[in-house]
């Protein structure tokens, strides 16, 4: 028989669970006839060859240990890695083991006394040739492995530059015996294994590390082609190594077309205006940011854009390059022009209507200005002619000169002067309340009774209206100014029977209402539609229909109601429904 092992094939791997033990006789001779040493060699050169192809760690140990048991006779072998923290084993791959065998050392702490561990702590191959010795070297383990009848035990540690970094198994269900050959074998065989396994780990790395680097490249790849900025970077003799979609979409070329090729080749112009900032960043190693350039882009559209120009660097070596940002601002820039473009023409606009408004003004002062001369001029030969009217009419009554007809016309002239001189007074007494220059003199006066002698006066001159009074509570005393307060009730009056028909019923109601004396002049007139409400006391403002228009007025009686009023502390109100009628109201404060 030859020394252990006991030749190739000589001892298939006989399943532990089995419990089956070969009878194997112990040789004698420690060292190995040439025939055997040629055998191991070529085992080991197939060994190797495996090894060669085998990519993963656990390929490798199916190799090493399948290989390895078949040449020593083994029946069950495993490798298992050193834990990170070099505490314990864990098993990476096995073959020969019952599952039941396996879930007990799945984790093998180096502090238990086991063949396998005391190879990993001790960085030396552990060889147990024959039951007696494992008993005695380990009890307990032995004990263990009774009922699988394991015989011998290899352990050898997997080093690297004297590293344990795990360790190789064998079990054997006969005694052994390992002369120097073979412990050179066995130590050949774990560092083959040793070093492919990290071999293994280190390709794996690499392949991990190349997979994450592509994964990123491809995630970089996909945001800058996306960015709605351009970007580009060439090396340092300004030929593209990357350029994105919308940089490509400015230059007009798709992407491939650049890469490569220098951009001097592909945009002669614009290279002659970038390649001093290129140059530049080169030298310095300093960043370039926003400049901004107005050009013609290749279809002759005008664009403005804002380039960056950045260092490319690897590590710490030179410069490799510049990169390129570029961010089109056309569509910024128009909107910015239009922006500029409509604040001119809204400032040119709002100029326009400065100027009209200080035209229209002006206009204002001239009829202002031109009313109060004409009213101040017709006043003097007005109230002349009035006068002379007024005489005539006396001298001829008292004459007894003076027919039906006659007397019916010089009432007309008296009234009509009367009208006129009315009128002119409004007139002057606006353009005078315009300039603040009307005076007033308040002294205490009784309303109820001023309001009731007016009453009196109207309805004599006003046949054709019914006019009801009714005063409460006197006396209604108040501070103003006698004449003008009769002017506000006089032109409330006057107007209540100048909009209403013939027939109708005006009726004036004063009474106190709190600290206020209360003086309504109501009417069954035309009424006031809603919308002129709110301008009905503006100078020369008149309401807009057939209906007042067919009332002859200047539209300034109101405004001087108004003011007469305010400037006694008081305020003026008006309710109105058109066809039915409108209501004054005066409040002005009780002594
Ligand atoms: P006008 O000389 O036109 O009467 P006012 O200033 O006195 O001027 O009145 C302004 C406008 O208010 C009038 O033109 C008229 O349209 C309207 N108005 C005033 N009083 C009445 C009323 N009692 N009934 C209907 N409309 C009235």
């Given at each position: 028989?030859?020394?252990f092992?006991?030749?190739?094939?000589?001892l298939p791997?006989?399943?532990?669970?089995d419990?089956?033990?070969?009878?194997?006789q112990?040789q004698e001779?420690r060292?190995l006839d040439?025939?055997?040493a040629?055998?191991?060699?070529?085992?080991l050169?197939r060994?190797?060859?495996a090894?060669?192809?085998?990519?993963?760690a656990?390929r490798?140990?199916?190799?090493v240990?399948?290989?390895?048991?078949?040449i020593?006779g083994a029946r069950?072998?495993?490798?298992?890695m050193?834990d990170?923290?070099?505490?314990a084993?864990?098993?990476?791959l096995?073959?020969?083991?019952s599952?039941e065998?396996l879930?007990?050392?799945?984790?093998?702490?180096l502090?238990?006394?086991?063949?396998?561990?005391?190879?990993?702590r001790?960085?030396?191959?552990?060889?147990v040739?024959r039951?007696?010795?494992?008993?005695?070297r380990?009890p307990t383990f032995?004990?263990?492995t009774?009922?699988?009848g394991?015989?011998a035990?290899?352990?050898?540690?997997?080093t690297?530059?004297t590293?344990v970094i795990?360790?190789?198994?064998?079990s054997?269900?006969?005694?052994?015996?390992?002369?120097?050959?073979?412990?050179?074998?066995?130590?050949?065989?774990?560092?083959?294994?040793?070093?492919?396994?990290?071999r293994?780990?280190?390709?794996?790395?690499?392949?991990k590390a190349l997979?994450?680097?592509?994964?990123?490249l491809?995630?970089?790849?996909?945001?800058?082609?996306?960015?709605?900025?351009?970007?580009?970077?060439?090396d340092?003799e300004f030929?593209?190594?990357?350029?994105?979609?919308?940089?490509?979409e400015?230059?007009?070329?798709?992407?491939?077309e650049h890469l490569?090729?220098?951009?001097?080749e592909?945009?002669?112009?614009?290279?002659?205006?970038w390649?001093p900032?290129?140059r530049?960043?080169?030298?310095?190693?300093r960043p370039?940011?926003?400049?901004?350039i107005s050009a013609?882009?290749?279809?002759?559209v005008?664009r403005?854009?804002?380039?960056?120009?950045?260092?490319?660097?690897?590590?710490?070596?030179?410069?490799?390059?510049?990169?390129?940002?570029?961010?089109?601002?056309?569509?910024r820039?128009h909107a910015?022009?239009?922006r500029?473009?409509?604040?001119?023409?809204?400032?040119?606009?709002?100029?326009?209507?400065?100027?009209?408004?200080?035209?229209?003004?002006?206009?204002?002062?001239i009829?202002?200005?031109?009313?109060?001369?004409?009213?101040?001029?017709?006043?003097?030969?007005?109230?002349?002619?009035?006068?002379?009217a007024?005489l005539?009419e006396?001298?001829?009554?008292?004459?007894?000169n003076l027919n039906e007809?006659?007397?019916?016309?010089?009432?007309?002239?008296?009234a009509?002067?009367?009208?006129?001189?009315?009128?002119?007074?409004d007139?002057?007494d606006?353009?005078?309340?315009?300039s603040g220059?009307?005076a007033?003199?308040r002294?205490?006066?009784?309303?109820?009774?001023?309001?009731?002698?007016?009453?009196e006066?109207?309805?004599?001159t006003?046949?054709?209206?019914?006019?009801?009074?009714?005063?409460e509570g006197e006396?209604?005393?108040?501070?103003?100014?006698?004449?003008?307060?009769?002017?506000?009730?006089?032109?409330?009056?006057?107007n209540a029977l100048?909009?209403?028909?013939?027939?109708?019923?005006?009726t004036?109601?004063?009474?106190r209402q709190g600290?206020q004396v209360l003086?309504?002049?109501?009417?069954?007139?035309i009424?006031?539609?809603p919308?002129?409400?709110?301008?009905?006391?503006?100078r020369?403002?008149?309401?807009?229909?057939?209906?007042?228009?067919?009332?002859?007025g200047?539209?300034?009686?109101?405004?001087?109601?108004?003011?007469?009023?305010?400037l006694?502390?008081?305020?003026?109100q008006?309710q109105?429904e058109v066809?039915?009628?409108?209501t004054?109201?005066?409040?002005?404060?009780l002594?």
């Open positions: 028989m030859p020394p092992p006991l030749g190739p094939g000589a791997i006989p399943p532990e669970r419990g089956r033990v070969g009878e194997v112990l001779r060292h040439p025939e055997a040629a055998a191991r060699l070529s085992q050169l060994i190797t060859a090894l060669s192809r085998a990519l993963t656990e490798i140990a199916e190799v240990i399948g290989g390895g048991a078949e020593i069950g072998g495993l490798v298992a050193l990170p923290g070099e505490e084993l864990a098993i990476l096995s073959q020969g083991y599952e065998a879930r007990s050392w799945r984790r093998i702490p502090t238990v006394p086991v063949p396998l561990a005391d190879a990993a001790l960085g030396e191959p552990v060889i040739e039951r007696e010795q494992l008993e005695l380990y032995a004990r263990s009774n009922h699988y394991t015989q035990w290899i352990a050898l540690p997997l690297l530059d590293k795990g360790v190789l198994g064998f054997f269900a006969q005694p052994i015996l390992v002369g120097a050959e073979e412990r050179t074998f066995l130590m050949t065989l774990a560092g083959l294994c040793a070093q492919a396994i990290e293994a780990r280190l390709t794996e790395a690499e392949h997979v994450a680097a592509d994964e990123a491809a995630l970089l790849d996909t945001v800058i082609d996306a960015a709605p900025i351009g970007m580009a970077v060439m340092r030929r593209y190594t990357r350029i994105n979609r919308r940089l490509a400015l230059n007009g070329r798709p992407p491939a490569g090729r220098k951009a001097s592909l945009y002669p112009q614009g290279a002659q205006r390649e900032y290129w530049q960043v080169l030298t310095t190693g370039l940011v926003d400049v901004e013609p882009d290749h279809q002759g005008l403005h854009v804002l380039v960056s120009h950045y260092p490319v660097r690897v590590g710490d070596r030179p410069l490799v390059g510049v990169g390129m940002v570029v961010l089109d601002i056309t569509d820039k910015e022009d239009e500029q473009r409509l604040l001119a023409s809204e400032q040119a606009a709002r100029q326009q209507a400065q100027a009209a408004q200080a035209q229209a003004e002006e206009a204002l002062q009829r202002d200005s031109f009313l109060s001369v004409a009213a101040h001029e017709l006043k003097t030969p007005l109230t002349s002619l009035l006068g002379q007024q005539l006396r001298r001829l009554t008292q004459a007894d007809a006659n007397r019916r016309s010089l009432h007309v002239v008296t009509q002067a009367r009208r006129l001189r009315h009128l002119i007074g007139l002057l606006g353009a005078h309340l315009q220059q009307l007033i003199d002294r205490p006066l009784d309303l109820g009774r001023l309001v009731r002698q007016i009453a006066d109207q309805q004599a006003a046949p054709g209206h019914t006019l009801i009074c009714s005063i006396p209604l005393s108040v501070r103003g100014d006698l004449a003008r307060m009769e002017q506000v009730f006089q032109n409330l009056l006057s100048k909009y209403s028909s013939r027939g109708t019923t005006i004036l109601h004063a009474r600290d003086v309504s002049i109501g009417d069954q007139g009424g006031i539609p919308e002129a409400l709110q301008r009905l006391f503006e020369f403002y008149r309401v807009n229909t057939p209906e007042t228009r067919a009332v002859s200047v539209g300034v009686g109101l405004y001087v109601v108004r003011e007469i009023v305010q006694h502390g008081g305020l003026v008006v109105s066809g039915v009628g409108s004054f109201t005066v409040a002005l404060p002594i």
